[in-house]
């Protein structure tokens, strides 16, 4: 078996369940240990001291402010919690975790050269050696979670597996394999943000993260108090939208490009963080862009190369946030008049 050179034919191939993906640019850490969960509950965005062996969720940390630090896919095994991070992102993480053991009784470890990822759609990987998966459900608004869009038509049956590095060889002589930038438009096309959407800004509001890695309800971690600000009484200043590009140029937009108005290249409304070509819906990117985008704008991405258009798909509409109405207080009587 090889790999799938065709990126169209292989998701087709990835859709079908037929082809796997190798993804090294994401990282394994491995929290072990009687406390593990209780501690990371109180770390991270998400509900963690409830979960069960085997339970998939996905967690942010966030800074003081609320900004979106890391993005993690979590499960557990009953003995060890395995966190799945981008590989850029991992030795901060790595570094802060340790430094919040204190008296807690876990350990830390980075488990990537042990466990390469490979993802696979719709099943877990079965190898005669132990192995654990992670099932992403973004489809499904987790326990505790809030969608502020419409639930993504396109497929998302994204599961990632920790192989064991000894059991790699043998999968890839039995599998027929595709590219990670295969994936990348399926991806888009079911409106996944991963850490590819992530800046210095960014709160989790502005990609529909409260889906999948925030519990409203639970308890006190860092940067609670703006994500429950914005939500209820607020608007996140920006939003993840999904735009059909014009292909008729056969150029794709590169990662990083500004996005403005069609109608005036000098108002730049945010920016492209991916893109794809995907197998229906020809070239499609994502973009931030601020909230106060018209709708019905034609965007452009502009780069080192002829400006793009691109139509709109709402990811996260103009009005998320601010799910509390709170009433407004009766007019004081002025100088004694009824």
Not at 305 to 322: F, N, R
Request: net charge negative; charged share 20%.
């Amino acid at each position: 078996m090889g790999k799938i050179l065709n990126p169209l034919i292989a998701q087709r191939q990835i859709l079908a369940g037929t082809a796997l993906v190798r993804l090294e640019n994401l990282s394994v850490v491995s929290v072990s240990g009687p406390d593990r969960l209780n501690w990371l509950h109180s770390l991270l965005s998400q509900n963690i001291k409830n979960l069960v062996p085997g339970q998939s969720t996905q967690a942010c940390l966030l800074d003081p402010q609320g900004h979106v630090e890391q993005l993690i896919s979590l499960v557990d095994d009953s003995e060890t919690a395995w966190l799945i991070v981008d590989s850029a992102a991992a030795p901060a993480l790595l570094s802060w975790l340790n430094k919040m053991v204190f008296r807690m009784q876990v350990t830390v470890l980075d488990r990537t050269a042990d466990f390469p990822l490979v993802a696979s759609w719709g099943k877990a990987l079965e190898l005669d050696q132990s192995i654990v998966s992670w099932t992403d459900n973004w489809l499904e608004t987790a326990a505790g979670g809030y969608r502020y869009g419409q639930v993504p038509t396109e497929p998302w049956k994204l599961i990632l597996n920790l192989v064991p590095a000894q059991s790699l060889a043998g999968l890839e002589s039995k599998h027929e394999w595709a590219s990670p930038e295969s994936l990348e438009a399926l991806r888009i096309a079911a409106h996944r943000p991963t850490a590819a959407e992530i800046d210095a800004k960014t709160l989790p509001h502005e990609l529909d993260l409260l889906a999948s890695a925030v519990h409203l309800s639970k308890g006190c971690y860092r940067g609670q108090e703006t994500v429950a600000k914005v939500h209820n009484l607020g608007h996140p200043p920006r939003r993840l939208v999904l735009l059909h590009l014009d292909g008729s140029g056969h150029t794709l937009p590169y990662v990083g490009d500004s996005v403005a108005l069609a109608s005036d290249f000098e108002s730049v409304k945010g920016r492209i963080t991916s893109v794809g070509q995907h197998y229906e819906m020809g070239p499609i990117a994502f973009a931030i862009v601020s909230r106060n985008t018209p709708l019905d704008a034609t965007l452009v991405a502009l780069g080192e190369h002829e400006a793009i258009a691109g139509t709109q798909e709402v990811i996260v509409p103009m009005d998320a946030g601010k799910t509390v109405d709170v009433p407004k207080l009766p007019r004081l009587l002025m100088g004694g008049k009824k």
